[in-house]
């Protein structure tokens, strides 16, 4: 199994993920590992931190001469920023922030809660994403992530975006200060939005949405609830830092139609054979790609909610916990509006997912190894479809 955990906390030495099931014979790349890091400090909105820091992981073990070796990888983002025993402590708890529950749970002081509930944790997970999709672009698999919705204001692009290759989308989303792929009037009124709640000593969320193309049929399984790939994606999503909300495909419009506006018919056509999708076509894409948790062959569609960062300068109401008098919240340096960097984070955690899976269908031992299953089980599927003897 392809799994990851980090640990580290916000003004700590630094951010470790640790990488295990990560199969032998990937080229790793560690510059395209930090130009993903480097993408999750930017961003219209950001704060003063990334003005500190300049992200890169150091590849400390599990690979020879540049090739992983099937080991434990463990990757070190280091923390410029490492004052943590000179940190003060808090004693008024930021609503919406884990300070309070954390504080209470643990018996601990709120700096204790903080300091590893901190947004400063995804370093590791945008490592450990990054490092999966040296895997996936082995095997042809892409990923998009852009942001389409920022402060209220709607950045979904012209439908004419998903005509070009996923390498132009990627060119043209990163030329957007907001990770967009929207008009520039729309992006300027979402930046506006942004300046204005800074003014205001507030905070905005938004919305991401990621797109995983060329996936192979047959990833997750039906077998059990915890098999559902639809259901680890969620779960993943769900636990990045002021994430509220997830949905596959259409996801909650669906709930407004009648199943024959719902679904997405099945049709065949010929020059889709000797293609992922098998020559098996579908005129609408409602289901994002996922069916009763597996991967049916279609772009995989998911979007991702983000409240507005808890931590503001205009302070919402609070107790101290000594005194128990109510005062304003504690304040530590924050964002603005972090989507454009949570749109990173959201797509390499999507990314290590689909990098799981595939490991799980198709064996994890070495990049050959996948290489030859993936080939056989598509050849596989394309001569029982020609056959038509697909029940027997």
Not at 109 to 129: D, H, M, N, P, Y
Not at 141 to 168: C, F, H, M, N
Not at 278 to 284: A, D, E, N, S, W
Request: charged residues 25%; proline residues 3%.
């Amino acid at each position: 199994m392809l799994s990851y955990r980090t640990a580290g906390e916000s003004h700590g030495k630094g951010i470790a993920a640790l990488v295990e099931g990560f199969p032998a014979g990937v080229v790793i790349d560690t510059d395209y590992i930090a130009s993903e890091l480097r993408r999750r400090q930017c961003g219209y909105g950001r704060g003063g931190r990334q003005n500190i820091e300049t992200d890169s992981a150091e590849v400390m073990t599990g690979i020879l001469h540049g090739v992983s070796m099937g080991s434990p990888i463990l990757l070190w983002v280091k923390n410029r920023d490492y004052k943590l025993e000179t940190m003060p402590e808090l004693v008024r708890p930021r609503p919406g922030h884990g300070d309070l529950s954390g504080s209470i749970k643990f018996f601990s002081g709120i700096r204790a809660i903080l300091e590893r509930a901190s947004a400063r944790e995804t370093a590791g997970r945008v490592a450990a994403g990054a490092l999966a999709r040296l895997l996936l672009r082995e095997v042809g698999i892409e990923l998009v992530g852009y942001v389409q919705r920022a402060g209220g204001v709607d950045l979904t692009p012209d439908p004419s975006v998903w005509e070009k290759t996923p390498s132009e989308i990627r060119a043209a989303r990163d030329q957007s200060e907001l990770f967009t792929l929207a008009n520039p009037e729309a992006e300027a009124k979402a930046k506006q939005a942004i300046d204005d709640a800074r003014s205001a000593g507030d905070t905005l969320g938004g919305v991401v949405e990621v797109r995983v193309f060329n996936v192979p049929f047959g990833l997750g399984a039906h077998t059990q609830w915890v098999n559902k790939l639809d259901g680890k994606l969620a779960r993943a999503i769900a636990s990045i830092q002021a994430f509220k909300g997830v949905e596959i495909g259409d996801g909650f419009k669906l709930s407004e139609l009648r199943g024959s506006q719902a679904h997405d018919e099945i049709g065949w056509n010929e020059e889709e054979r000797g293609t992922r999708r098998q020559g098996i076509v579908r005129p609408t894409n409602h289901a994002g790609g996922l069916e009763c948790g597996m991967t049916n062959g279609q772009t995989i569609i998911i979007r991702a909610a983000k409240k507005p960062i808890p931590t503001l300068r205009k302070q919402l109401k609070s107790i101290d916990l000594s005194t128990k008098s109510v005062e304003k919240a504690s304040f530590e340096r924050s964002d603005i509006c972090a989507i454009a960097a949570a749109s990173v984070v959201v797509e390499n955690v999507v990314g290590f997912e689909i990098a799981s899976a595939l490991v799980e269908k198709f064996g994890g031992d070495s990049l050959r190894e996948i290489k030859d299953r993936i080939d056989l089980f598509e050849r596989s599927v394309a001569k029982r479809l020609e056959d038509g003897e697909w029940m027997s």
